[in-house]
């Protein structure tokens, strides 16, 4: 059988940063995001009885054994759940900027996760999609949904509790996300390393648990009323909280560059004059900066002024999975 999915990435705006069980990929804290319209994986899975291996082709070339083995290792799952023993081809497209901060993780293991289901009989959606999406990459969980998406932490030790769940629709509030990029290449240390060495080292985590519980909140009242000032500022100090901890780790590491902090001053700047955009950032140097649309085009030429920026992606909130 055979299946194409498509998947959208997602940004986080309260931070997903830790786990507490890294093989059942549990987060230490729940988290919320926006799925974004420009940038997505399309992947098509397909179980074949001739074949004696998996094999996995990204951007139309071969994977390397390191990646085929991660894709293998999913699909030992879907074949657990469904029954189904035989080896797949995995083609997979990537319009994302991989490894630049972008999260293209979240995208293509949604993706993978709903066409490799699919594939092999299983018709699972919603609740459980996300749940098998998480096992390949956390944040892949929300991508299952469009809009502004949650996905709780859960508390039981077999994860059956920990998944995403839909807060608001795309079309409920549209609001303008410019990915700034100033640095393509990949990073030294991969969010999954520096979450591990963040959460076992820095004395600042366990403060960042409890402020993050209650930026939550507060983010999810913010949606819910459509109070973009409350959502930014709470936006941008949990992604401010979130980097801290990293300074606290042992050996301490920081994945902003100057670029980076041009980029935060230049939107405090806007702000001072009356422009509402803020800032959030992942693991990496890149910022994604947030304002309504009728901000976009100013926020958009003032960034583009800066020499640093190599390119601005705007984007909006997008879909959730779909089948083609």
């Known amino acids: 059988m055979k299946a194409t999915a498509k998947a959208h990435t997602n940004i986080a705006l309260i931070k997903y940063w830790g786990k507490r069980n890294e093989e059942l990929i549990l987060p230490t804290n729940s988290s919320l995001s926006i799925t974004l319209d420009r940038f997505y994986t399309e992947t098509t899975v397909e179980f074949n009885e001739q074949l004696t291996s998996d094999s996995f082709y990204l951007n139309g070339e071969q994977a390397s054994e390191k990646e085929t083995l991660k894709v293998t290792k999913f699909l030992n799952l879907v074949r657990e759940l469904s029954g189904d023993t035989r080896h797949a081809t995995v083609s997979s497209t990537n319009h994302v900027p991989t490894a630049a901060g972008f999260a293209s993780s979240a995208s293509g293991y949604a993706a993978l996760a709903a066409a490799a289901s699919k594939a092999s009989g299983l018709q699972l959606e919603g609740e459980e999609l996300s749940k098998l999406a998480r096992r390949g990459s956390g944040s892949a969980c929300r991508s299952i949904y469009g809009g502004f998406v949650e996905w709780q932490k859960g508390t039981k030790d077999d994860g059956s509790d920990s998944y995403a769940v839909p807060i608001l629709e795309q079309e409920a509030w549209d609001l303008s996300i410019l990915s700034v990029m100033i640095e393509s290449k990949q990073k030294k ?114 960034l583009s002024e800066i020499d640093s920026v190599k390119e601005i992606f705007v984007c909006h909130p997008g879909p959730g999975i779909s089948y083609l």
């Not at 960042?208 to 507060?218: D, G, M, S, V």
């Not at 992604?239 to 300074?247: E, G």
Request: charged fraction near 30%; proline fraction near 5%.
């Open 189 to 302: 240390i991969l969010s999954r390393e520096g979450m591990k060495r963040t959460v076992e080292t820095s004395p600042f985590y366990d403060g960042w648990l409890k402020a993050t519980e209650e930026e939550l909140q507060i983010a999810k009242k913010a949606i819910e009323k459509r109070d973009f000032e409350l959502l930014g500022e709470t936006l941008e100090k949990n992604a401010f909280k979130m980097h801290a901890t990293t300074l606290g780790a042992d050996p301490p590491f920081f994945y902003w560059q100057p670029a980076t902090l041009e980029i935060i001053d230049y939107v405090q700047q806007l702000r001072s004059q009356g422009v509402l955009a803020y800032v959030t950032i992942d693991a990496g140097p890149n910022v994604k900066v947030i304002c309504e649309p009728k901000d976009e085009q100013k926020v958009y030429q003032t």
